[in-house]
Nanobody
Framework: QVQLVESGGDLVQPGGSLRVSCAAS????????MSWYRQAPGKERELVAF????????KYADSVKGRFTISRDNAKNTVYLQMNSLKPEDTAVYCC?????????WGQGTQVTVSS
């Protein structure tokens, strides 16, 4: 079955950097686009970044453009989100997402907290 397991969340100071990872299994990773979403307490889930199956196309929310970078390693079945210049408003649970055979799958998420 499809599994998405995030890791790498942490407490980081404003202006700092962090990389979160999502290890995927149960489907042909290299054939599927991947996305990162985030959800802060009391707020709706927000699409943060998207990457095509081959990695050539990436898209970002306006709020993270120029600060976050999505990438993938198809040999490791892993998608990454590099986050730089972090702000307190980036605090959220970050989840990866994939759509496989017309079904949506989410990981359990990893907590990122930006605070001094």
């Amino acid at each position: 079955q499809v599994q998405l397991v995030e890791s790498g969340g942490d407490l980081v100071q404003p202006g700092g950097s962090l990389r979160v990872s999502c290890a995927a299994s149960g489907f042909t990773f290299s054939a599927n686009a991947m996305s990162w979403y985030r959800q802060a307490p009391g707020k709706e889930r927000e699409l943060v970044a998207f990457i095509s199956s081959g990695g050539r196309i990436t898209k970002y929310a306006d709020s993270v453009k120029g600060r976050f970078t999505i990438s993938r390693d198809n040999a490791k079945n892993t998608v990454y989100l590099q986050m730089n210049s972090l702000k307190p408003e980036d605090t959220a649970v970050y989840c990866c997402y994939v759509r496989v055979n017309f079904r949506d799958y989410w990981g359990q998420g990893t907590q990122v907290t930006v605070s001094s």
